[in-house]
């Protein structure tokens, strides 16, 4: 086997590098003898080539819709889909440590969506810490009680000095006997933080035909913007 000048994807060495075969579709394979990796260069789908995903991923988080994603890259749309389905948001923000960080302002709101069909209502609940400007932890479901306890539940591991919240009666029976300020001028920045997100995705777009067509989709997708602007 013959070296040749190609780097290790891998380790970086240069030296080492030999021929390998061939893969099934006829293309060149390497092996680093350094680390024992081995790769190829040329591929015949564009869905196989390095990096693909991850540009399916950042156009996601940069308005682009899945259908756009799939004629921009020239791959399928199920490649997209199946990009998208790998996603594995957490919700909680890692920022903060439950414990010994205090959370002097709390802003709580929810943010409306739709899978599929506007009757399908799919709400974004989320806290959003005032001083730090950053998502404390987020939830989905319908706009009821149980979403608001679920929520709180991620909450609780958290000290909270001020919550903030709008008018939403639930608001206000549930954090009853804690210092709550029930007003619409105190959420100004999680109302602003919602535009970025409508802004930036393409699928919360209130005048858009790019809306989720599935649950899954709709949860990991904005859950993924959440985790790198916010958890990470």
Sequence with gaps: MASISIRC???????????????TAGHQRYLCSHCRK????????????????????DMAMNGVGCRASARIMGVGLNTVFTSLKKLRPQSVTSRIQPGSDVI??????????????????????????RIRRTVVAHVFGERTLAT?????????????VVWMTDGWPLYESRLKGKLHVNSKRYTQRIE?????????LARLGRKSLSFSKSVE???????????????Q
Aim: with cysteine; hydrophobic share 35%.
């Design 217 to 231: 989709l709709h949860d990991k997708v904005i859950g993924h913007y959440l985790n790198i602007k916010h958890y």
């Design 38 to 57: 081995t790769w190829q260069l040329q591929f015949t789908y564009t869905a196989s080539q390095p990096g693909t995903h991850q540009k399916i991923i």
């Design 9 to 23: 994807p891998t380790c970086s060495a240069t030296e080492g590098v030999v021929r390998n075969g061939k893969s």
């Design 192 to 200: 602003r933080h919602n535009l970025n997100l409508r802004q930036h």
């Design 148 to 160: 608001l306890e679920r929520l709180l539940s991620l909450l609780s591991a958290f000290e909270v």
């Design 104 to 129: 002097v302002c709390a802003e709580m709101d929810e943010q409306w969506g739709y899978v599929g069909a506007k009757s399908r209502q799919r709400w974004l609940f989320y806290a959003y810490d």
